[in-house]
Structure formats: C-alpha cells, structure tokens
C-alpha cells in the first residue's frame, strides 16, 4: 500500500492508468475509493495515469486532530510529497469541492507543478464554515446537521453511513472557514475547467470564477446538486473529458 511522507504524516495514494499524469483529488468526507466506485476510474484509465489522494483526514492518510494541521499550504504539501515520490514534475489535476480548494492552493503555492486544473463544486472566494463554528465531532448528529448546511446537500442514507465511519473528529478539524484566494486568478495561466451542479449555492462563485481567469471555462449541471455533481460521472465526464484531452502532455 502506498505512502508519501509529509512532514511526518502519512499520506495515501494509488495508482492506474497509463497516458499523461492526471491527480484526482477528492471532496471533504469522502476518500479516494470513490473516483473507482462512481465511475471515473473506468472513464479515464485508458487515457490518462490515475493518481488518486486520500486527503489528510481521510481514508487511509494520517487524521490529525489539530485545526491547524489542515491549513491550505499543508494540504498542497501532502499532493506535492506524493507527485515527488513518483518522481512526476508537472500534472494534470482534477479536484471536487474540498479537492478544488486544494486545486486553488496549488495554483497558488505550486503552479510550477499543474499542467490543466478542472475543479469542480468550488470556488476561490472567502467561505465561511460558520456551521461548524461550534462542532468537534463528538456529536455524529450534529456533524451531519452542519455537513448538510454547509454543503447544501441532503445525504442519502448510504451516503451518512459512510460518512459516520470515519474519524469524525479529523473531519471536523478539517472544516474550518476559508480565506479568499481571490488574488491569484490573474495569475492562472494553465488552462482551466470548472464545473458545478446547477443547484449548488456556490454555482454563481464558481461561473465568476472562471470569467475572472484568463484561460477559465464554466460548465453548469443541469438539476444537480452539489453532492450528486459528484457522483454522477455519466454527466461530469462528457464535460471534462475532451477538455483533459486537448491539453498537451505535460513535460
């Protein structure tokens, strides 16, 4: 099984695929399984070199408990530790919702190393997590009441199941308020898509977004919401997938 180290954390990856390195970077909650078992490992595999990350906090990375472990340089740090150990200098990168904040901080600390960025269900702007102002994971029920607040999501029931067996105290740590990256979008110059359920609060944020970049495309999802614009690949991936195919291979 796979490790990176990142100052003395763990972190969790695998690899599939052959082609151009392409990162996927999942949402907060979730791990890395569910690029597999929503269909986007099957999509993709022929065409692109799959690294997929188990963010700190989930799946099988470390699960720190400190807020402060969850800073953004941090977690860009756990992508870039992983990319190091597989000796690759530059990638595509793919991230959903806490995946695409990570994308951002990559832009911002490691552009160096993004060949495309397509960020989905997330935007740059300041975002404030005041549903988890006062929750630390003790409480499974007040956890999943603030999840759904701040994502504005309802979870199916198989959904709360996975998300309860987890360490609910590094999930919480990891759900802290976020400052605005507005600054860097001039600065974007890779090619960029981004895509978000039509009914996701943040829909308006992300189309800003890419009218803000310079290279920045939007797609809207019709009746998605911010959960199931993540798991239904059949309508995510005829969006991204020529956009990923255009990009030259990364050197």
């Given amino acids: 099984m796979p490790y990176a180290m990142n100052r003395g954390l763990h972190i969790h990856y695998r690899v599939t695929g052959y082609g151009a390195p392409l990162v996927l970077q999942h949402g907060s909650t979730s791990r890395l399984e569910a690029w597999d078992e929503n269909g986007y490992v099957d999509a993709l595999r022929d065409q692109f070199q799959l690294i997929m990350i188990d963010g700190r906090g989930h799946g099988q990375s ?40 990570i994308g951002f901080g990559m832009a911002a600390h490691a552009r160096e190393r993004l060949a495309s960025l397509v960020i989905g269900g997330a935007h740059p702007y300041a975002d404030t997590a005041t549903a988890f102002a006062e929750i630390d994971g003790g409480d499974p029920d007040a956890f999943m009441t603030a999840l759904e607040k701040f994502t504005g999501a309802r979870a199916t029931a198989e959904v709360r199941r996975r998300i309860l067996n987890n360490d609910l105290r590094a999930l919480a740590a990891a759900m802290h308020s976020r400052c605005s990256l507005e600054h860097i979008l001039p600065g974007i110059e890779v090619p960029t898509l981004l895509y978000v359920g039509e009914q996701d609060p943040r829909a308006n944020k992300v189309q800003r977004c890419a009218a803000d970049l310079i290279r920045g495309h939007s797609e809207v999802l019709p009746g998605l919401d911010h959960a199931s614009a993540s798991w239904r690949s059949d309508l995510v991936i005829p969006q991204v997938l020529p956009f990923l195919l255009e990009q030259p291979f990364p050197n």
């Fill in 62 to 101: 470390d699960k720190p408990h400190e807020q402060s472990a969850y800073d953004l340089p941090n977690r860009v740090g756990d992508v870039i530790c992983v990319l190091d150990a597989l000796g690759l200098t530059r990638v595509h990168y793919w991230g959903y919702s806490m995946g695409g904040w």
